[in-house]
């Protein structure tokens, strides 16, 4: 019984990790239609950061965490200045998932091996004092690290939310989803829109990389694995559901962590994509698609 | 005033408008004829911004629109109410409302043309809550048209209005829009491939056939020249009889 509790912990605290690492993904994806294979490469910088602001000045990785959204999304403010903006003038969607595809993928070997040649290809983590703390939650062990990861991607999932359906610029920002001829003839400044996504995205996928971390490790090379997670988050979700990416990352890690009750953990990435292949097969509108 | 001065446009290689000139004075209400794919939409599309000119101007109160993005357009206090409608169907009407008013001067003062336009269209103001989506047909015409207004444009273009909607509805949506060009001197511009309808709203017109302007005069007398009746009221001449 224990380990079944435990099992479903550690499934919904790497599953909320999902989520957000999902979100920024999706909200570039779901905006501009661009695929930006560069997210995990992002994720990856933003867990540098915070190891060596805590390294260097032993500032608490959680407490970073607006400084390094602050440089992040100045780093989505250049990929979108510098990469994807020459992109917009391919007015189909398809035709703009295919471009931004290959041009991000250039990307991400750049940041990726500027990453290795900056900081070497050893895996690091943060051990903070509390690292090891753990609470007894019905006689399973939940990590204090893992607490926060989790309580940050619920504010993070709510924060964004509340940006899209509270604010006028996230008005724009689902308006120029929808259509965005139909938004810039309304005065909306789709560009500007763009460009300020862009940065915010960027910055979520920061915050992940402190979540991961902190909890986790990182190394230059995991930026790809990252990304796949959060390919298998927005199909999950249904591309443009903002709403839904964090339920759709619990679900998954939910699903990887309970199969480990099964089969070897091993089995947990190709799990992961199989679940893939049967969501695009079956509810290719995501998991909350009504009707369809 | 509006300019329009011998500008051509191109569709990639395809020149799409030749040498077209004309100018929409301070409060008239002007309307552009012409039967499918002459070039009504294009003209349109090309004024609000989202195609280039290749050759010519386009002028307003002397300031070039030509150059500008199309939300820079908006700002210069031109607003369309595009082909198709093209509301945001997965937002709500408040919210789709709200849009119209993304410009800064007209965002500030959205409240006071908000009450104005659930004057005009009472409904929409029953519906604010609900997703546009689950519109009908002409509510969604009317938000087309309310949100273009929110942005307080002194110039409102208008491409096919008529389009898919009951003849009951297309007078009813004739009377607001005349009584807002009488009201509170609305310069309109009117793209409509019902040419009765049309001519019979506006004080001028415009002929634009295959690319190119080919007439122009009062509305009145475009009603009853022979040639338009010919060509787009399926009327015989009548001395040839």
Redesign the interface.
């Known amino acids: 019984m224990n380990a079944v509790i435990q099992t479903i912990l550690i499934g919904i605290v790497i599953g909320a990790l999902y989520g957000l690492v999902g979100l920024g993904f999706g909200l570039i994806m779901g905006v501009m239609k661009f695929v930006n294979i560069a997210h995990g490469s992002f994720i990856i910088i933003g867990g540098y950061i915070a190891y060596w602001v805590f390294t260097l000045w032993g500032v608490d990785p959680f407490l970073s965490i607006p400084a390094v959204m602050f440089v992040m999304f100045f780093m989505g403010l250049i990929l979108y200045r510098l990469v994807l903006s020459p992109l917009l003038k391919y007015p189909r969607a398809e035709m703009r998932i295919d471009k931004s595809l290959l041009v991000t993928f250039g990307v991400t070997w750049i940041l990726d091996n500027v990453v290795t040649m900056l900081w070497t290809s050893d895996t690091r983590s943060i051990v903070t004092a509390y690292t090891g703390t753990t609470f007894n939650v019905f006689g399973a062990r939940l990590g204090l690290t893992g607490l926060i990861g989790l309580v940050i991607a619920v504010l993070v999932a709510v924060a964004l939310q509340l940006l899209l359906t509270r604010t006028y610029f996230g008005k724009h920002v689902r308006a120029a989803t929808e259509d965005s001829g139909a938004a810039s003839l309304s005065g909306v400044n789709v560009q500007r829109t763009y460009l300020i996504s862009c940065g915010i995205a960027a910055a979520m996928a920061g915050v992940a990389g402190v979540v991961i971390v902190s909890c986790y490790s990182i190394a230059p090379s995991m930026g790809l694995s990252w990304l796949l997670t959060a390919m298998v988050v927005i199909v999950l979700a249904g591309e443009g559901n903002i709403a839904y990416m964090l339920p759709a990352g619990l679900i998954l890690g939910l699903i990887q962590a309970i199969s480990t009750l099964f089969i070897s953990c091993a089995y947990q990435q190709p799990i992961s994509l199989i679940i893939f292949i049967l969501v695009l097969m079956f509810k290719p509108n995501g998991l909350f698609a009504r009707g369809r | 005033m509006l300019e329009i001065s011998h500008i051509d446009v191109y569709y990639g290689d395809l020149q799409a408008l030749w040498d077209v000139s004309l100018t929409i004075g301070d409060g008239e209400i002007v309307t552009l004829v012409g039967s499918n794919g002459a070039g009504k939409s294009t003209l349109m599309k090309t004024i ?3 195609l280039k000119i290749r050759a010519g101007y386009i002028d307003c109160d002397s300031i070039r629109l030509d150059r500008l ?3 820079r357009i ?2 210069q206090g031109i ?2 109410v ?1 082909e198709g409608r ?6 709500s009407v408040l ?1 789709n409302l ?6 800064n001067p ?2 500030k003062v959205r409240q006071h043309t908000l009450k104005r336009i659930y004057e005009l269209f009472p409904i929409l103001k029953d519906r604010a809550k609900q997703l546009a989506g689950t519109l009908s047909g002409g509510e969604q015409q009317m938000l087309a048209i309310g ?2 207004l ?2 307080q444009p002194k110039i409102l273009l208008i491409d096919e209005m008529s389009l898919g909607l009951s003849p009951l509805l297309v007078q009813e949506f004739c009377r607001v829009i005349k009584g807002i060009n009488k009201l509170s001197k609305l310069t309109v511009f009117l793209v409509e491939q019902d040419v009765q309808l049309a001519l019979s709203m506006a004080h001028r017109g415009y002929v634009i056939e295959n690319g190119r302007i080919v007439g122009q005069g009062e509305a009145k007398e475009l009603l009853c020249s022979e040639e338009i009746k010919e060509a787009y009221l399926g009327m015989e001449k009548a001395d040839k009889t």
Do not use: D, T
Request: proline letters at 10%.
């Open positions: 609000s911004g989202l993005p199309v939300h908006v700002e607003s369309m595009p093209r509301i945001f169907p997965q937002m919210e709200e849009m119209g008013a993304s410009i007209a965002r949100r273009a929110m942005s």
